[in-house]
C-alpha cells in the first residue's frame, strides 16, 4: 500500500502525521485531569500506529507505472476492513446493551459501562463506523468506475478514511469516560467535531475533483445520492453543533441554541442524519451495485433522477415530526408531519424502480444470495419509509411516540434496508476489488443472509408487540379517570420482548461475524485467475490514449 | 418592518411553497427534456461495462 506513494507522498503523510500527534500532545499537556488529556493521548497512539506503517514501507520501491493508469482501491480495501470491524464492534456493543434491558446486573456496576454510556457506543458504531466507513469505501469506488477515472489525490483519501476514524475512536472512547453533549447521533465534543468539519471538507474535494476530472458526459445518478449525502452531513454537523467550549482545556461545552430551537435544531439534524447518513448514501450503493450484480440496467433513469431531487427536497423538512405535542408551533409540527407523508413518493419510487429492475431476474435472486440481500433491503426500505410516514402522522405519532415500536421502526429501517444493501454490496465488491471469481465462500453467504433475515424479523417483531403493548398501557385509564397501570407494569410486560429482541440482535451479531471472516478470506486467498474479466488487457479503440494527455 | 414569527410564517407560507412548486417544475422539465434521453440511456447501460482500468 504504501509502495503506491512516492518517497515526497511518504513524506508528506509523515510529516502531516506529526503535526497531528503534536496536537494530541497539546491537549494531552493542557488537558490537566479532564478526559480532554486522555483524547490528546488516544490521537498520539492513534497516529504513531499509522506512522508505524508508513515507516514500515518507506523503503519500499517507487511507482513507476503512471498511476493515472490504474484505479486507486487501497483505501476501499482498508475502508471496507473498518467497516466490518466496526459493525462486529457496534453490533455486539449493541446486543450487550440489549441484554441489560432484560437483565440489569450486566452493567457489573461500572460506571463505563452502564446504560447510558454504553448506548451511544453501540449508534455510533453501527450508523458512523459501520455505515460510514462503507459509505466512503464504496463511494470511492463508484466514484471512480462511473467516470472512468483515477481518483483525486493519493494521500487525501487516506486523510478523510483514517480521519474519520479517528473521529469514531475519539466519540467512542468519550462515551466511556462520560464525554457527551447529549445530542443524540451528535454525542462528540466540540473537538471531535471540529476535526470531522476538516475531514469532511476534504471528503468533498475528493469527490468533487474525481468528478471534475470524469470521462463521462454524465454523471451517473449514485453519484449524486454520495454527493447530496457529503454535502448534506457538512451543513447538519456544523449546524447542529455550533457550542462554545467551557475551556479551551476541556471537554466539556454548551450549544448556541436556546429552548426549543434546539430542540427543532437537533431533530433537524437527527432526521436528516437518517436521511442522508443512512438513506442517500446507501441509494448511491444501491443505484450502482444492484445493476451491476444483477446484469441488468435500471429499470427507469428518469425516475431515478425524479426520486432523487424528491428525496433530496421533501427529507429537509420532516424533522419536526418528532417533535409533535411538545412546544413546537403547531404550524411546524403540521409541517414536517406533511412532508414526512409525502416523503412516500420518492421513497417508493426508489424502491420500486430496483424491485422493477430485478423483475425478469427472480431465478438471479433466487440462486445468488448477494442479490438477495440487495432485494430483501429494498423490501425493507419499501416497508419502513411507509412505516415512517405513517409514524409522522400526528394521532398515530401519539401511540408510537417514546415506545419500543420507534425502536422497531429504526431498526427495520437499520437492520432491514440499511446493512442488508451494505452487506450485498460488499458481497459484490470484495471479490471484484481482490480480482477474485467469486466470494470465499457462497454457503457462507447464504448463511448470512438467512441469520440477517432471522434477526431482523425477531428484533422488529418483537419491538412492535413492545412498542404497542407499552404504547396502549400507557393510555388506558380506569374508570374513575386514573391512569390502569404504572410504569413498573408496562416494564414486567415488556420483558419477553426485551429477551426476544436481545436474540435477535444476537443472531444479526453472529450473521456479521461470518461476513467478516468471509471477506478476510476473500482478500487473503491465494489468487486463482480463473475469471479472465478481471485481468486487465489492451485498451480497446474506444478507450485508446489521447496523445494530448 | 419587525422580523417576527409571523413574518417566518407569512415567508414559509407563501414563498417557501412558490419555491418548491418551481423546483418541481424545473426538475421535471430536466428530466423529460426530449435531447437528455440519450445521455440518460447510455448512463444507465455504460456502468455495466467491463472496469477494471481508467479511460483515458
Known sequence: ?549 | MIVDHDTVVHFAKSWGLFYLIGFFAVVCVYTFWPSNRQRFRDAKSKILERDDKPCR
Open chain 1, 1 to 549: 500500500m504504501i509502495a503506491q506513494l512516492t518517497l515526497n507522498e511518504r513524506t508528506s503523510a509523515l510529516g502531516l502525521l506529526i503535526l497531528v500527534a503534536l496536537t494530541g500532545a497539546l491537549m494531552a499537556v493542557i488537558g490537566g485531569d479532564d478526559p480532554f488529556a486522555a483524547h490528546g493521548v488516544i490521537i498520539i497512539l492513534f497516529c504513531a500506529v499509522i506512522a508505524a506503517f508508513v515507516i514500515s514501507g518507506f523503503d519500499a520501491p517507487e511507482p513507476r507505472i503512471d498511476r493515472q493508469d490504474s484505479y486507486y482501491d487501497d483505501p476501499t480495501k482498508v475502508g471496507i476492513g473498518l467497516s466490518m470491524a466496526w459493525a462486529v464492534f457496534g453490533m455486539f456493543m449493541g446486543v450487550w446493551v440489549a441484554a441489560q434491558l432484560a437483565w440489569p446486573d450486566l452493567a457489573f456496576d461500572g460506571a463505563w459501562s452502564s446504560f447510558g454510556r454504553i448506548r451511544p457506543t453501540h449508534t455510533t458504531g453501527v450508523i458512523f463506523g459501520f455505515g460510514g466507513n462503507a459509505l466512503i469505501a464504496t463511494s470511492f469506488h463508484v466514484v471512480q468506475r462511473t467516470s472512468r477515472v483515477r481518483l483525486a489525490g493519493q494521500i487525501s483519501p487516506w486523510f478523510v478514511l483514517l480521519g474519520y476514524n479517528l473521529f469514531c475512536l475519539l466519540a467512542v472512547t468519550g462515551y466511556f469516560m462520560g464525554v457527551t453533549q447529549s445530542k443524540e447521533y451528535a454525542e462528540p465534543e466540540w473537538y471531535a467535531d471540529l476535526w470531522l468539519v476538516v475531514v469532511w471538507v476534504t471528503y468533498f474535494v475528493v469527490f468533487l475533483r474525481t468528478l471534475a476530472r470524469r470521462r463521462e458526459p454524465h454523471i451517473y445518478v449514485a453519484n449524486w445520492y454520495f454527493m447530496a449525502f457529503i454535502v448534506v452531513v457538512a451543513i447538519l454537523h456544523i449546524v447542529n453543533n455550533l457550542a462554545v467550549p467551557i475551556s479551551f482545556t476541556q471537554s466539556k461545552s454548551y450549544t448556541i441554541w436556546p429552548g426549543v430551537q434546539d430542540a427543532m435544531v437537533q431533530w433537524w439534524y437527527g432526521h436528516n442524519a437518517v436521511a442522508f447518513f443512512l438513506t442517500a448514501g446507501f441509494l448511491g450503493m444501491l443505484y450502482y451495485y444492484l445493476p451491476k450484480r444483477a446484469e441488468r440496467p435500471i429499470f427507469s433513469y428518469r425516475l431515478s433522477i425524479l426520486s432523487f431531487w424528491g428525496i433530496t427536497f421533501f427529507y429537509m423538512w420532516a424533522g419536526s415530526h418528532h417533535l409533535h405535542y411538545t412546544a413546537l408551533p403547531h404550524w411546524v409540527q403540521n409541517l414536517g408531519m406533511t412532508f414526512s407523508v409525502m416523503l412516500l413518493v420518492p421513497s417508493w419510487a426508489s424502491a420500486g424502480n430496483a424491485l422493477l429492475t430485478l423483475n425478469g431476474a427472480w431465478d438471479k435472486v433466487r440462486d445468488d444470495a448477494t442479490l438477495r440481500f440487495m432485494m430483501a433491503a429494498v423490501v425493507f426500505y419499501g416497508l419502513s419509509t411507509f412505516e415512517g410516514s405513517f409514524m409522522a402522522i400526528r394521532p398515530v405519532n401519539s401511540l408510537s411516540h417514546y415506545t419500543d415500536w420507534t425502536v422497531g421502526h429504526v431498526h427495520a429501517g437499520a437492520l432491514g434496508w440499511v446493512a442488508l444493501i451494505t452487506f450485498g454490496s460488499l458481497y459484490t465488491l470484495v471479490p471484484a476489488l481482490w480480482k477474485r471469481p467469486q466470494m470465499y465462500s457462497p454457503a457462507l453467504v447464504e448463511a448470512h443472509f438467512w441469520l440477517a433475515i432471522a434477526g431482523t424479523l425477531i428484533y422488529v417483531f418483537a419491538m412492535w408487540n413492545s412498542g404497542i403493548i407499552q404504547g396502549l398501557m400507557w393510555r388506558t385509564y380506569t374508570e374513575e379517570g386514573s391512569l390502569a397501570y404504572s410504569f413498573v407494569d408496562t416494564l414486567v410486560a415488556m420483558y419477553p420482548y426485551y429477551i426476544a429482541r436481545t436474540v435477535g440482535g444476537a443472531l444479526f451479531l453472529l450473521g456479521a461475524i461470518i461476513g467478516s471472516y468471509n471477506i478476510w478470506m476473500t482478500a487473503k486467498r491465494p489468487f486463482m485467475p480463473a475469471a479472465t474479466d478481471d485481468v486487465p488487457q489492451a485498451l480497446s479503440p474506444a478507450h485508446a490514449r489521447v496523445p494530448a494527455e
